[in-house]
């Protein structure tokens, strides 16, 4: 790796101030297991490293049932799914948390870097999507809130501006008969870039055989992970029916716009949205009726 | 050159005092610096897990963790599996189960499988499968190490 100076605030006025300072010569490292990866290959480069991880609020892990859980955005995947009580109120997070990289990364990688590092794979981003999540962002003029679907603007860019940093990330708390799911397609079991993935949420009526509401959002299938707003929003208000999913699941695959690459073809992406979406559909309806 | 950095550590149970560079891995400090070779270089990209040390805890790759973020931590590596008593029981199993060929990998897999049983000592054949998925071996299509850190298992 080139040279770099390191530097690890333990406030965010602190980082603020020493973002604000260096413009674009500096890079904000969390669990460092993307970024580390692009410095070496020379992909991005720095003369200064800012380490978040010593910052309180980044490590932050508060859930209040009557609003949401405060996820700090340095906060590794693996303290996600070792809390009992998160994984029983989010298991659509945990989906994501638990398939991210193997053990090892799952140590020091982060939901917020995942978000950050803007990958159009990005395993965290759909779901997290698809659970309403906001970007807390702090910068020089104060604190900033924006959706997640809004954050990732193109490959491994972000909304911050100069000085920004993301704090944490909001997900409001869970409604009565409401469940996430996320899931992937990868040719291995573990341990791989997702060809397609899918996140959706659903909110059922208290019968549980109506859609209240509904979001679906994608990752490896444009230049950033996709919000298929119309696919969520065609089964509000429809009786939960093999149908309903079909449709919703074709405005899915109409939202993609996925590239042929090594990992697959446009017509396989497209194919597979569809498949996942109805899938991760059902899967999240079950979910609901179950909790 | 960046200046380098006074970083003070504890390594299988001994405190350190080292100076790296802020550019260098935990996995370069460990080599180059410390002279522990026993810490393998893989891909050198978070893929292989043939540099995984304990941290705090938890297996990582050590090439995706900077040296100077080792300050106040404490590391396990490989050289801090055995005790003056002998191997440890995962490292007589994968002996014992001939579970390595051209070694590159075995440290990795002996601390990812320690590290397992250390928080799940009845691990299941499955368990172990994707705990050890982070860990590649080109040698011995993973049966022969998957059976050694069974046989260490309480799962039976």
Same mark, same amino acid.
């Given at each position: ?49 800012? !380490?978040?991880?010593? %910052? ?63 990958? @159009?794979?990005?395993?965290?981003? @759909? ?9 807390? %962002?702090?910068? @020089? ?45 990868? @040719? ?56 309903? %999913? ?12 996925? %590239? ?25 309806? !079950? ?5 | 050159?960046?200046?380098? &950095? ?32 026993? &810490? ?65 990998? &075995? ?32 040698? &011995? ?16």
């Amino acid at each position: 790796m080139e040279p770099f100076e390191f530097v690890s605030p333990s406030s965010i006025d602190e980082a603020v101030k020493i973002l604000a300072s260096n413009g674009d010569k500096v890079r904000i490292m969390a669990g460092g297991t993307d970024m580390l990866v692009q410095m070496r290959a020379g992909r991005r480069t720095a003369p200064l490293v800012v !380490d978040v991880k010593g %910052i309180p609020e980044l490590n932050n892990v508060s859930y209040d049932a009557s609003k949401g859980l405060t996820l700090g955005a340095a906060v590794p995947c693996y303290k996600i799914y070792q809390d009992k009580s998160l994984a029983a109120t989010y298991p659509g997070l945990i989906d994501s948390a638990s398939l991210i990289g193997g053990i090892q990364i799952q140590g020091r990688a982060s939901i917020g870097g995942n978000i950050c590092n803007a990958a @159009p794979s990005g395993d965290s981003i @759909p779901v997290v999507i698809a659970l309403g999540g906001v970007c807390n %962002i702090a910068g @020089p003029n104060g604190t900033r809130q924006l959706p997640v679907e809004e954050f990732c603007t193109a490959p491994g860019r972000n909304a911050l501006e100069n000085g920004e940093l993301l704090v944490s990330v909001f997900i409001p708390a869970p409604q009565a008969k409401s469940g996430a799911t996320y899931q992937r397609f990868i @040719p291995r079991n573990e341990m791989d870039i997702a060809v397609v993935g899918v996140g959706t949420s659903v909110v059922l009526d208290a019968s549980g055989q109506n859609f209240v509401s509904a979001r679906i959002a994608l990752a490896s299938v444009g230049p950033t992970p996709i919000f298929a707003k119309a696919a969520g929003d065609s089964l509000a208000g429809k009786a939960v029916s093999e149908e309903a %999913i079909q449709q919703a699941s074709e405005l899915a695959m109409s939202a993609a716009t996925p %590239i042929t690459d090594m990992r697959g073809t446009i017509r396989q992406r497209t194919h597979l949205v569809g498949v996942f979406t109805r899938r991760t559909l059902n899967n999240a309806i !079950d979910r609901a009726r179950g909790g | 050159m960046a200046d380098v &950095t006074q970083v003070k550590t504890t390594i299988n149970g001994e405190e350190v005092n080292l100076l790296c560079e802020p550019r260098q891995s935990l996995l370069e400090v460990l080599r180059d610096v410390l002279g522990m070779t026993g &810490t393998k270089e893989g891909c050198n990209d978070g893929n292989c897990g043939a540099c995984t040390v304990i941290l705090d805890g938890r297996i990582v790759d050590s090439c995706l963790v900077l040296g100077v973020e080792a300050e106040g931590k404490n590391i396990t590596t490989i050289e801090g599996m055995a005790s003056p008593e002998g191997l440890h029981p995962l490292q007589q199993s994968f002996l014992e189960n001939a579970s390595l060929q051209c070694g590159i990998c &075995t440290p990795g897999f002996l601390l990812a499988s320690k590290s397992l049983l250390d928080q799940e000592p009845d691990a299941d054949e499955g368990r172990i499968r994707h705990w050890l998925a982070g860990n590649l071996c080109r040698c &011995t299509g993973y049966d022969k190490i998957v059976r050694a850190v069974l046989q260490v298992s309480k799962a039976k």
